[in-house]
């Protein structure tokens, strides 16, 4: 019985190709490649059957590796924070800029039948930099037309496409560039969306399933503390991280994001929990504020019915909170939230409880919010950053997931959790892409390898 062909996970991080790429062929991966100690002992702990080189990509010789067997697919995502917009005015490095020509020198070596190539959209603006690392504005996009046209003097038909997570079934919109080059004579396939905005037609119809949104991903059992409670006890009860101190900058973007997601929206988002403020039990609003360093009048964040925004290797979304009762049902307690949400609307920044209230605007619509026309009063807010398996559902990968731990056991620090999940491509693009371009490789979608392997035997 012949051997089955190669597949090969260059820049492997983590594992989130890999994944997508088992989810769709029902096997490991054979190779992972990446130089990272951490990524490649995440990458064990969930894909032990694969050969793993902790090693440079340079550094591994592909003929060497793939002992003369053919090559069904290379994947190759290489580090996208030097061609990436949120690199902002820094200086870009040529030599974590020219890491993608390794995908070049696996063609031109063991002619891979089908090579992807993720990265950021930027990427296709890839190009010579001045002798200050930044790139020089009338050479934008040189190096990528070169880089493409050595790929095809390889003999290889290429194409590429920004493709959106959250139409393949990842509650995240991040986007992302995508190449696809073959060698096999056979088409390059652009995998159709499955999933869409749920006011489409397509989605109406039936035709697509509604994106799946950020609410899926967040775990309604954890508590939101309290932003006017200072004691720790219940983030050290459930090892969950809030934001403490609460900095003026934080407690200004926290009455921002309640004002414009909450008391100014005509449909907050009610969350499918009740939580206990004091005294009261009741429905609770909620919103995600993308935690930055800057303040701004129009602050960064998103209701809970969308996908969730693109996330980075560090975890800057809070969960914010509030707890709400009914108008006609006075608490005592709701004036110290109703003062703090008046402090935030103007230019001051407030003062403590303990002072006199500061002048109350004329129109009261702070502490009131309506839901589905009953007037209901915040009486608590809460906040708390996301934890990474919150994160880690929301690109898509199982729930089954190991990122807390590596392939020894040793725990795994949530800095580094977070950073590996920024890093990694969802599952679900690997997986669709594929599927596309694979399908004598795949197994049917929705029966996962053990019950597949099963059926064959």
């Keep these: 019985m012949p051997m089955h062909e190669l597949i090969v996970d260059n820049f492997a991080g983590g594992g989130g190709a890999s994944t997508g790429i088992e989810m769709a062929t029902g096997r490991p991966v054979d190779i992972a490649i990446n130089h990272d100690p951490a990524a490649i002992a995440m990458h064990r702990a969930n894909h032990p059957n694969t050969k793993h080189y902790c090693e440079s990509v340079w550094d591994v010789d592909p003929r060497e590796v793939t002992a003369g067997r053919s090559v069904a697919l290379c994947w190759f995502s290489p580090d996208c924070t030097h061609f990436s917009k949120a690199k902002g005015g820094k200086p870009r490095d040529k030599n974590i800029r020219g890491l993608a020509w390794v995908a070049l020198r696996w063609a031109a070596t063991v002619r891979p039948r089908v090579i992807i190539l993720e990265n950021v959209e930027e990427f296709q603006e890839w190009g010579p930099l001045d002798k200050n690392g930044y790139p020089i504005e009338t050479q934008k996009g040189r190096t990528f037309r070169t880089f493409i046209n050595a790929l095809r003097r390889q003999g290889y038909e290429v194409d590429w496409r920004e493709l959106r997570a959250c139409d393949y079934g990842a509650p995240t919109i991040r986007k992302r560039f995508f190449l696809i080059a073959r060698s096999d004579g056979h088409p390059i396939v652009w995998p159709a969306p499955t999933h869409g905005d749920p006011k489409s037609p397509a989605v109406r119809a039936g035709r697509l399933k509604p994106w799946q949104t950020a609410a899926e991903i967040i775990d309604w059992s954890l508590p939101c503390p309290s932003i006017f409670d200072s004691s720790d006890e219940i983030l050290r009860k459930y090892g969950i991280r809030a934001v403490r101190p609460l900095a003026e900058n934080t407690l200004r973007r926290i009455g921002l994001g309640v004002w414009k997601f909450i008391v100014n929206n005509s449909e907050p988002f009610i969350a499918p929990v009740s939580w206990q403020a004091g005294e009261h039990s009741g429905p609770v609003a909620a919103f995600l504020a993308k935690y930055h360093t800057e303040t701004t009048a129009n602050p960064r964040g998103q209701t809970l019915d969308r996908p969730l925004l693109t996330q980075d290797t560090s975890n800057h979304f809070a969960l914010i909170t509030a707890n709400l009762q009914l108008a006609e049902e006075p608490n005592p307690d709701a004036d110290r939230v109703y003062a703090f949400l008046i402090a935030y609307y103007g230019s001051s920044i407030g003062h ?84 596309a371009n694979l399908p004598e490789l795949c197994i049917p979608k929705g029966i996962d390898r053990f019950s597949w392997e099963a059926m064959l035997a």
Excluded: S
Excluded at 355 to 372: A, C, N, S
Excluded at 375 to 385: K, N
Excluded at 400 to 406: A, S
């Design 352 to 435: 403590g409880l303990d002072e006199p209230l500061g002048t109350v605007v004329t129109k009261d619509r702070f502490g009131l919010v309506m839901v589905k026309g009953t007037p209901y009063r915040i009486v608590d807010i809460g906040l708390r950053m996301l934890e990474p398996h919150e994160l880690y559902r929301a690109q898509g990968f199982p729930a089954t997931y190991i990122f807390d731990r590596d392939h020894t056991g040793r725990p795994i620090p949530k800095k580094d959790q977070v950073e590996k999940c920024g890093n990694a491509v969802p599952p679900p693009f690997a997986e669709a892409l594929v599927r």
